[in-house]
């Protein structure tokens, strides 16, 4: 049915009017008309409260009950079922058990609604008859093109409309108030804890959407819609589980070019099964880490807590993203300053020193003042309020801080302080509008409004506002950040079974990931002969595609000077693959250069079940388990890309010349890194992991070589 203008009115609550444009959900969150199937004349059923709701907020669309035994239903008229009704409801609630809840959605889509909000449960979060259910809802909903939210949902709101289809209690209690945040949540019992927690902090929210089961709308659906709308400018999310990665990365993507910070709770942790343990880089993801690598990927700031996430929802209001973040502190305690300083540096939130002229001009100022970063302006201010306001200003114009927090304390309450402290600091906000200042005071809320209402954000603990302030700068980061380019991948062939080191490299060179260079030798004799052509000393290690973590068993020899150190563990391998792995195939021991000087790294690639092949680089050898000094990304990457990933590591400087090392060859590594990438997703589903460990890095012009890898089939080559 054609979309029916945007209603205009005015409201006690004061919501601005949103210019509304076409989104092909706008069905389920701007609807002209709704259906509720199942409604109640009791307000407070389940059935009963969105349509109290819809009144008493004055949508103004058509409300069409359904309910086939009254004649009315909260004083509109009733409908005995889905074909008595008038007209096509662009949505629908649906409030009925089981079975007929299935019906009323064939119904609806065979009519041509276009959105339904199943508020029903027993589905697929009971069991498995619940589940074939649930298969039976969504194929009715698919047959005329109808989408769904739910079921086992609590509903939505867009309250600019005054639409709420939805039947929690939390309303009782306040509506939204005014505001830009938007919140989806998988579940609805917590998605509702969001928005009266936010409402009672004062922050705004105008949609809500609860996904419940998500037989078919996920939470990454609505983020794409909030990144389109018009409504919303900061997003908050919480989600259980993330089915479908390539719409949750496509959401994200929209967000960001949108300039739409996302803020996600994630909750749920899982191994990746017990294939894990075949290679170093899939037992030590998770795919929690995964999730991590995509989130900051796309500048998500993923939230550890309630406070947490709406802190950054509150921050953001401000629509403020430096992407060159840095944080100046002006305070009148030198210990909290100290605080302040412990929390940047977790944040990763740079606190630069200011100017020394402006440190001189401070000091000249109050002599006894701590003048660096952060700047203690003593209690001097408490005799003579404008020292608050000249340190500010000194901080915003000399020190050129982004984001600035005030630790002020009870000082921001004060009757006989207050007022003056705030023309001082409103003064210096005035001159700077594009700076995010965070006063830290104790105060009760009216007072916490009326420097709101100056421009200040307020927050009782800095620490907390340290985090809120560092999401911001990766926010803009991330905002600013050209999207991937395009990359070549060309196509790879894999062998039918798990190749063997030897084969594996080979695979891998063609890529573009050099290898030491080394022979397979079945015989004594033949290592004897590759030794010769490589060069002693040499390593020998066992070749097997059974037995992958080599060193566990006694399987690698380094250092074999001379042929009859080779000989001897030549025999020596044999002997340990006999005892230690007797079931395991042995092809004969590989024979290598030995490297020295090398930076022992690791580089592999896992395949996620939700984001497809994911790459890890990290400190290899056998330390990567120990020290898990790694990180991820989706792959395929680029070489700048991979320098970021690389750069990241907490290792990073045993690659940088540290205490005096030669500079290891980074450009190298960060090409078998992309190389090794590009492999991942050339060879398509086949490869649950590829690993190179250790990739042996030389100092810097002389290249990276695979001293070892290992590559794990999901399965046999299918058959013709």
């Known amino acids: ?31 002209a008309s709704i259906a509720i199937v199942g409604a109640s004349d009791d307000p407070v059923r389940i059935g009963g409260r969105p349509l109290a709701y819809l009144q008493a907020r004055g949508f103004a669309g058509r409300i069409l009950p359904v309910n086939p035994n009254r004649a009315t239903v909260q004083g509109l008229p009733a409908f005995p079922d889905v074909a008595s009704l008038p007209e096509v409801p662009e949505a629908a609630i649906i409030a009925i058990p089981g079975e007929g809840a299935v019906e ?35 194929a009715a909903a698919r047959e005329g093109g109808m989408r769904l939210v739910g ?50 902090r004062g922050i705004g929210t105008p949609v809500l959407v609860t996904t419940g089961n998500e037989a078919d709308l996920q939470v990454a659906d609505i983020i794409a819609w909030m990144a389109a709308s018009e409504e919303v400018e900061v997003i908050a999310a919480y989600a259980e589980g993330i089915r479908d990665g390539a ?6 993507e929209a967000a960001r070019r949108a300039r739409k910070p996302v803020a996600l709770m994630k909750v749920g942790r899982s191994a990746l099964g017990e294939a894990a343990a075949r290679s170093h880089t899939a037992s030590i993801a998770g795919d929690d880490r995964v999730v ?17 996430l709406l802190d950054i929802a509150y921050v953001a209001q401000k629509r403020i993203y430096p992407a060159r973040n840095t944080l100046g502190v002006v305070t009148i305690s030198g210990g909290v300053g100290v605080l302040i300083a412990d929390a940047a540096e977790a944040a990763g939130l740079a606190m630069p020193e200011m100017p020394q002229h402006a440190q001189a001009a401070l000091k000249a100022l109050v002599p006894f003042a701590a003048p660096r970063n952060p700047v203690d302006c003593t209690a001097q201010a408490f005799n003579d309020l404008s020292v608050a306001g000249r340190f500010a200003e000194s901080m915003a114009a000399d020190g050129g801080y982004a984001s600035l927090i005030g630790f002020f304390t009870q000082w921001g309450a004060s009757p006989s302080i207050a007022p003056r402290l705030r023309a001082e600091l409103k003064a210096v906000l005035d001159r700077h509008r594009d700076r995010l200042f965070v006063m830290s005071i104790l105060a009760p809320v009216e007072r916490v409004r009326e420097w709101e209402a100056d421009g200040f954000l307020v927050m009782e603990d800095p620490s907390r506002a340290v985090v809120a302030l560092a999401a911001m700068g990766r926010f803009g980061e991330a905002f600013v950040r050209d999207p991937a380019p395009a990359v070549a991948i060309a196509p790879v062939a894999l062998p039918a079974t798990a190749p063997n080191e030897a084969e594996a490299k080979r695979l891998l060179a063609a890529a573009g990931i050099a290898a030491v260079p080394e022979e ?20 020998a290690k066992l070749l097997s595609p059974d037995i992958l973590h080599k060193s566990e068993i006694g399987g690698v020899l380094l250092g074999l000077a001379d042929e009859e150190a080779l000989r001897a563990g030549f025999a020596t391998l ?19 250069r030995q490297v020295t000087g090398a930076v022992e790294m690791v580089v592999g690639v896992i395949r996620d079940p939700v984001f497809g092949p994911v790459a890890m680089v990290g400190l290899g050898g056998v330390f990567v388990e120990v020290f898990r000094d790694v990180a991820f990304a989706r792959c395929p990457l680029d070489e700048a890309a991979a320098e970021r990933l690389v750069r990241s590591l907490r290792g990073f400087p045993l690659l940088d010349g540290a205490r005096g090392r030669p500079r290891a060859d980074i450009a190298a590594l960060c090409r078998a890194l992309a190389a090794l990438s590009r492999f991942a997703v ?35 080559e299918p058959a013709a």
């Open 292 to 308: 991590d690598a995509v989130l900051a990927e796309f500048g998500v700031h993923r939230a550890r807590t309630t406070e947490e």
């Open 247 to 252: 719409r949750f990365v496509a959401a994200l």
């Open 1 to 31: 049915m054609p979309r029916a203008p945007a209603p205009r009115r005015l409201r006690a609550h004061i919501w601005e009017e949103p210019q509304l444009s076409p989104h092909p959900l706008d069905a389920l969150l701007r609807p």
């Open 682 to 716: 050339a060879a398509g589903p086949r490869l649950a992991s590829a690993e190179v460990n250790p990739l042996l890095v030389l100092p810097e012009g002389q290249g990276a070589f695979a001293a070892d890898a290992v590559l794990e089939l999901a399965c046999a």
């Open 104 to 138: 009323a959605v064939r119904e609806l889509a065979a009519r041509g609604c276009r959105a339904g909000i199943v508020f029903t449960a027993g589905f697929a979060e009971v069991d498995a008859a619940g589940a074939a259910m649930q298969d039976r809802l969504v």
């Open 520 to 539: 397979g030798c079945a015989t004594a004799d033949d290592a004897l002969a590759a030794a010769r052509r490589i060069g002693f000393p040499v390593v």
């Open 151 to 200: 079921p086992n949902c609590l509903g939505l709101f867009n309250a600019a409309l005054g639409y709420f289809p939805i039947f929690s209690a939390s309303f009782e209690n306040g509506w939204p108030v005014a505001g830009r945040v938007g919140i989806v949540s998988q579940s609805g019992a917590f998605g509702t804890h969001l928005f009266a927690a936010a409402r009672d």
């Open 574 to 592: 044999l002997d340990r693959a006999a005892r230690r792995a007797p079931g395991a195939r042995v092809d004969g021991v590989l024979v290598a």
